[in-house]
């Protein structure tokens, strides 16, 4: 097997920095070794997942996971897909973004990267090995719509998924799928100024209903959206900070600064996507099917254990995530937010849609 690497940079202005190259088989022969006393078969292609009754070692005094925590792990379509030009899939504002001189270190891009998509046999399979039961991949929004939106669909980029869906089951890991790891199709950015317009929310609320319609026979469980805060604060405004006694600005694709109002609205389509993605599952998807969003939250934690500490602490939290998962869970902003939040349209802000 031909060693493959996946580069988990730090993108940013100027460049990112890189980790060291560390070959996939490596990798999962490093993991194999530590995680929970597993070990992997002799063979990759006898590779069988340990059962779940096998004994594990001792661990007295340590809490036990709850029944049914799912062991497993992620990925993102941009980071090991590569094939960016094929079977009909669209650019990204991250194709973009990787191809811009000056981006990214050593101007590296994701137009190979693990080569998931002529590999994906070989990688469930590293994965069976690892004794992995869960695997949470996102799907390529141009792949599916390489404009997207509209017609034509590309019916290539779902047949992908579903022989990787198929993959997984077969191997007997459980399938979670992430709608939206950042990956905007770049007519969208184009067109109407990516997450900037509420025709992007709607967009990708026809996309979400499609894939649902598609993939819910099989994926019973579906992400939104990925981190809000990342590719928003991130990809529309970037944040600046000292790296080797420089001030460096740090920025995600498509690489926008846009003043705090225009921000603003821009968290604001964002969180009106994904409540117009979830009314699709649930209007295309089969029943029994779950979503919801994949937030990176911020929490705040009580100094004493007493009533008073902790209401305060639930307090902080709410308005820690006042712009994203608090207006998600309450369906509107808190007093706080909106009176911190200069809005280019207020009513936009006062109202849940």
């Avoid at 305060?312 to 608090?326: C, D, G, S, V």
Wanted: proline share 7%; glycine share 10%; aromatic share 10%.
């Amino acid at each position: 097997m031909v060693p493959r690497y996946c580069p988990y940079p730090l993108w940013m202005e100027g460049g990112a920095i890189m980790p060291e190259e560390f070959s996939r088989r490596g990798f999962t022969k490093a993991t194999g070794t530590i995680a929970l006393g597993m070990a992997a078969p002799a063979k990759l292609g006898d590779a069988q997942s340990l059962p779940d009754t096998q004994a594990r070692p001792a661990r007295q005094g340590l809490p036990e996971f709850p029944p049914g925590f799912r062991w497993g792990v992620a990925t993102s379509a941009y980071q090991i897909e590569g094939a960016v030009n094929e079977d009909g899939r669209g650019l990204s504002i991250w194709d973009t973004y990787a191809h811009t001189s000056g981006k990214i270190r050593n101007n590296e891009n994701g137009d190979v990267a693990d080569d998931h998509y002529h590999r994906y046999r070989e990688d469930v399979k590293l994965m069976q090995a690892m004794g992995v039961k869960a695997y949470r991949f996102s799907i390529a929004w141009p792949r599916i719509f390489p404009t997207g939106t509209g017609q034509p669909k590309n019916p290539r980029g779902v047949d992908f998924y579903s022989r990787l869906v198929d993959e997984l089951l077969a191997a007997g890991i459980e399938p979670f799928a992430t709608l939206y790891h950042w990956d905007l199709p770049q007519a969208l950015q184009d067109n109407y100024g990516g997450w900037q317009s509420r025709d992007t929310a709607r967009a990708f609320a026809d996309y979400s209903g499609y894939i649902a319609a598609k993939l819910s026979d099989r994926i019973k469980n579906f992400f939104t959206v990925n981190e809000f805060s990342a590719f928003v604060d991130m990809g529309y405004r970037g944040t600046e900070t000292q790296v080797g006694g420089k001030v460096v600005t740090i920025g995600f694709a498509p690489g926008l600064r846009l003043p705090p109002a225009e921000l603003n609205q821009v968290r604001h389509n964002a969180v009106l996507g994904h409540g117009l993605s979830v009314q699709a599952i649930r209007a295309n998807g089969r029943s029994g099917t779950k979503c919801g969003p994949a937030e990176n939250i911020s929490t705040a934690v009580p100094v004493l254990e007493t009533s008073e500490h902790i209401t305060a602490a639930e307090i902080a939290t709410r308005e820690l995530n006042a712009a994203y998962l608090t207006v998600m869970l309450e369906g509107k902003y808190t007093e706080a937010y909106l009176n911190g939040a200069p809005a280019r349209t207020p009513q936009n802000l006062l109202t849940k849609t």
